[in-house]
Nanobody, 126 residues
């Protein structure tokens, strides 16, 4: 089990950028699939991006709505995963959550993740 703490949220104008960070406590960070999810008011939590270490390198997954605009990366030496968000749109406004699951088989499925952070608010103004 890991404890997660997100940071980096805030208010930004449409077209702007933000970088979210998620620091994880615990051991064996590299064995965890790390995901980002978001939840807008009145909507269900949805997948944004995930990153998993594999024998051939980091495997990344993206939701269609953010592909090409968001980039997930991880620094195993710092036990941290990042979400670089560019070309932000008002519809990206949500609380963003970091999640971790050891060797996830379904990295885009929120129900596959056991450990969650408290979330960080991202607001994009038009």
């Amino acid at each position: 089990q890991v404890q997660l703490a997100e940071s980096g949220g805030g208010l930004v104008q449409a077209g702007g950028s933000l970088r979210l960070s998620c620091a994880a406590s615990g051991r064996s960070f590299s064995t965890y699939t790390m995901g980002w999810f978001r939840q807008a008011p009145g909507k269900e939590r949805e997948f944004v991006a995930a990153a998993a270490d594999t024998w051939t390198g980091v495997r990344r997954y993206y939701a269609a709505s953010v592909k090409g605009r968001f980039t997930i990366s991880r620094d195993n030496a710092k036990n941290t995963v990042y979400l670089q968000m560019n070309s932000l749109k008002p519809k990206d406004t949500a609380v963003y959550y970091c999640a971790a699951e050891k060797y996830s088989n379904y990295p885009t499925n929120l129900h596959d993740y056991e450990d969650w952070g408290q979330g960080t608010q991202v607001t994009v103004s038009s």
